[in-house]
T-cell receptor, first 116, second 114 residues
Framework: AQKITQTQPGMFVQEKEAVTLDCTYD???????LFWYKQPSSGEMIFLIYQGSYDEQNATEGRYSLNFQKARKSANLVISASQLGDSAMYFC?????????????FGAGTRLFVKA | DAGVIQSPRHEVTEMGQEVTLRCKPISGHDYLFWYRQTMMRGLELLIYFNNNVPIDDSGMPEDRFSAKMPNASFSTLKIQPSEPRDSAVYFC????????????FGPGTRLTVT
């Protein structure tokens, strides 16, 4: 079974608008971590934001926020005030702390295009 | 502090040849990961180390692949013999093993096997 599902292969957003990238996950582990990474066209993977399964508040990092809905097993990334430099691939990832150790599983990614 | 360093950045080799990819993690990071990224399979974890010891190598595709970490500042991923289906971008990443355990990725090595 796929552990991380990103259903949007590609997304378009107008510059300065907000955009939500979807991510759902599947785990039976009670303790897990959720991550978002950005991969620009240059190829490097950049860590954006982290949410722990026991964190009651949604994580925020600058223009990035993670909309964590535990009961629905979703961890959507919200980018506010999109910039042209946000055009990239975005990967959702999960680490199952008890069952997976430090193994991190990545989704297939969503390619975001920011239009001027 | 320098980030994760990988070499070479690009490698083109012929089928059957041995390929060695190198990685220097961020100083002080206890965990090191090797990933492979392809269009078809996405980003796959091959192996990871904790304090230079391999912990999980279940993602290593077959015996042609091997990885070592002789010390805290150096790791290699070797493919012998290489095959065209090994063509991919190989990433090394390191993690401090504390806090949120986010991983810091190197720039990757683009391997082409002809």
């Amino acid at each position: 079974a796929q552990k991380i599902t990103q259903t949007q292969p590609g997304m378009f957003v107008q510059e300065k608008e907000a955009v939500t990238l979807d991510c759902t996950y599947d785990t039976s582990d009670q303790s897990y971590g959720l991550f978002w990474y950005k991969q620009p066209s240059s190829g490097e993977m950049i860590f954006l934001i982290y949410q722990g399964s026991y964190d009651e508040q949604n994580a925020t990092e600058g223009r990035y926020s993670l909309n964590f809905q535990k009961a629905r097993k979703s961890a959507n990334l919200v980018i506010s005030a999109s910039q042209l430099g946000d055009s990239a691939m975005y990967f959702c990832a999960m680490r199952e702390i008890h069952t997976g150790g430090f193994k991190t599983i990545f989704g297939a990614g969503t390619r975001l295009f920011v239009k001027a | 502090d320098a980030g994760v360093i990988q070499s070479p950045r690009h490698e083109v080799t012929e089928m059957g040849q041995e390929v060695t990819l190198r990685c220097k993690p961020i100083s002080g990071h206890d965990y090191l990961f090797w990933y492979r990224q392809t269009m078809m399979r996405g980003l796959e974890l091959l192996i990871y180390f904790n304090n230079n010891v391999p912990i999980d190598d279940s993602g290593m595709p077959e015996d042609r692949f091997s990885a070592k970490m002789p010390n805290a500042s150096f790791s290699t991923l070797k493919i012998q013999p290489s095959e065209p289906r090994d063509s991919a971008v190989y990433f090394c990443a390191s993690s401090p093993g504390t806090g949120s355990h986010e991983q810091y990725f190197g720039p990757g090595t683009r391997l082409t096997v002809t």
